[in-house]
């Protein structure tokens, strides 16, 4: 079984070797079935995923890290097809939305079985969407996909109507996404919260076998699944049937020395890991669009100095974003210009190269806002008041990097730019609520425009964060209840357009996120989402 380093393969099959000679041992030298270890099985798939997942439960759980393990148990009502972003069908085999936007009708496999045995119907449906809504449980992300859902009818043993507050052409978007893949009634019914994260059941591809928080979660293929969704290819019987998610690999090593201990595949490589490993000719690196906002950091407009949009255009101005794509994310990631990812297929192209690099205009608006270097520190002041920035910096996705070359290049500018990193999201949602910061990087996901409400929307998350805008507030509202396509991608474009001309958003680049993998792994491929694999029909080449 090669691996990818040289060195590594000859540990790898004495690894092996040691396996082998154990399991006969066990087993009498044949006398009995003992299962190989993941890494000494050509078909057990390792795939190591940088980070730790907090909380294992679709209904519970934000990272996206946990709907990685979410893709491959449970299935959706709906799919998304990564090609052209068009819905198929899922569990439900067809859907009708009524004239008004408010009732959606689906009509259910009916040959279908949990993990667990027990018969997957419109009860488990709404079995479901009653414990995402339970008031014991805490306001979630497959909460938020849900919109304005008041209620649900189970209209026959496969039919199901879910019933709308008011129009959300976003519904469909949400349900594709695996924080809303429909679980076992029977799982959900037999332990607590706490509890199900470690007895799941779904209908998924592959099966729940083995979870130990912060070392490993096991899967194995699901014999009898039924539901294959058009975005997989029929199977060969070459594939793996066993995978091995190890969690936190390589946190505190490189990329190399992750994949040498045995991992097939290793997620969210740095842009640094991914330019060494592309020259190795035992590796395959898989760049992967990531559908949402850009990334990008925003201005917090409610705080003094950077409440005047001549200010906020002026940093544009000064940053220099095509020296951060080649050196910071070695032009893996491109420039972003919009506030939506080009990969959405929503993002307003007529801002690319809008705001470019221009040291000179940006120095002009800032002496026409009334700033001057009145003491020769090299800071601009106004009324004596320096301006000093800061900027909230979590330590991933390449963010201290991008904060460093910011504040060298706002140097030029006489900004200066404070940062204050901080170590995870906790503490990052306190300052968002807070709204002490001048600047915050924000990373949204989806592939409906509707994300741009999570952040500009004023009863957003991030509403401290922003002063009213009433045309942009009319924008959002409208994009989120406006059920006609074309009229919702117009204020789509619109939304995008006032957020840029207000300079409200400091873009920085595409999302994109990098997967290492063993070279003879073959049809490893991503969902519509970016982040989420699609293993079924993953395999590892014969030697």
């Known amino acids: 079984m090669s691996k990818f380093i040289p060195g590594a393969l000859i540990a790898r099959i004495w690894r092996i070797a040691g396996c082998v000679l154990a399991v006969m041992i066990l087993a009498g030298c044949g006398t009995g079935e003992v299962e190989l270890p993941c890494d000494a099985d050509q078909k057990c798939l390792r795939y190591g995923l940088t980070a ?35 819905f198929v069908p899922g569990l439900a085999t067809d859907w009708d939305v009524s004239p008004d936007g408010l009732v959606y009708t689906f009509t259910l496999r009916r040959d279908i079985v949990f993990h667990d045995g027990s018969r997957f119907d419109a009860a488990a449906v709404g079995r479901n969407i009653e414990r995402i809504f339970d008031a014991a449980m805490p306001q979630s ?72 928080p912060g070392e490993r979660i096991a899967l194995r293929r699901f014999g009898d699944y039924r539901v294959s969704p058009e975005i997989y290819e029929p199977l060969s019987g070459d594939e793996i049937t066993r995978v091995e998610f190890v969690l936190s690999a ?4 490189d990329a190399l020395a992750a994949l040498s201990e045995s ?31 850009s990334v990008h950091f925003l201005f917090n407009t409610a705080r003094e100095h950077i409440s005047s949009p001549s200010v906020r255009l002026a940093l544009l101005l000064a940053t220099n974003r095509i020296a951060i794509s080649d050196r910071v994310f070695f032009n893996f990631s491109p420039v972003a210009w919009a506030p939506l990812a080009t990969s959405t297929g929503f993002s307003h192209t007529g801002y ?10 940006a120095q002009a608006l800032l002496a026409d806002a009334g700033y001057i270097d009145s003491d020769g520190d090299g800071v601009v002041d106004r009324d004596g008041d320096p301006l000093t920035l800061s900027a909230v910096v979590p330590p991933w996705g390449g963010l201290p990097a991008v904060a460093s070359m910011l504040q060298q290049e706002w140097q030029a500018l006489g900004v200066a730019l404070q940062i204050e990193p901080v170590p995870g999201r906790s503490r990052l949602r306190s300052l968002v609520r807070s709204g002490e910061y ?12 509707n994300i741009l409400s999570r952040v500009f929307l004023q009863d957003s998350l991030y509403a401290s964060s922003l002063a009213p805008i009433d045309e942009l507030q009319s924008l959002l509202l409208s994009t989120m209840h406006t059920t006609d396509s074309q009229l919702r991608r117009t204020l789509v474009y619109d939304s995008q357009a006032k957020i840029m001309d207000e300079a409200l958003i400091l873009p920085i680049r595409e ?13 490893l491929r991503f969902d519509a989402y970016g982040f989420y694999p699609l293993l079924f029909n993953a395999l590892i080449a014969a030697n």
Request: charged share 20%; glycine share 8%.
């Open 352 to 361: 690319v190269d809008k705001f470019a690099y221009d040291l000179a205009a």
């Open 250 to 253: 390589g946190r505190e090593a």
């Open 263 to 293: 991992l097939d595949v290793l997620d969210d490589l740095s842009p640094v890991d991914a330019q060494t490993l592309a020259g190795n000719s035992r590796v395959q690196v898989l760049p992967v669009d990531i559908p949402g906002l």
């Open 141 to 212: 992300l497959a909460r938020d996909l849900l919109g304005p859902l008041t209620q649900y009818e189970v209209a026959g043993n496969h039919s199901i109507r879910l019933i709308l507050a008011s129009p959300f052409p976003g519904l469909l978007d949400g349900l594709s996404q695996p924080f809303l893949g429909i679980a076992s009634p029977a799982a959900l019914d037999s332990y607590d919260s706490l509890r199900f994260q470690f007895h799941q059941a779904g209908t998924g591809p592959f099966q729940f076998e083995e979870y130990l």
């Open 511 to 523: 999302p994109v996120r990098l997967t290492a993998a063993r070279a003879d792994l073959r049809n």
């Open 52 to 86: 730790d997942i907090p909380i294992l439960d679709p209904h519970h759980a934000e990272a996206a890290e946990a709907g990685m393990i979410f893709r491959q148990v449970y299935d959706t009502l709906v799919y998304r097809k990564a090609d052209g972003h068009e």
């Open 438 to 449: 001048d600047l915050l990087p924000v990373d949204q996901h989806g592939i409906d425009p």
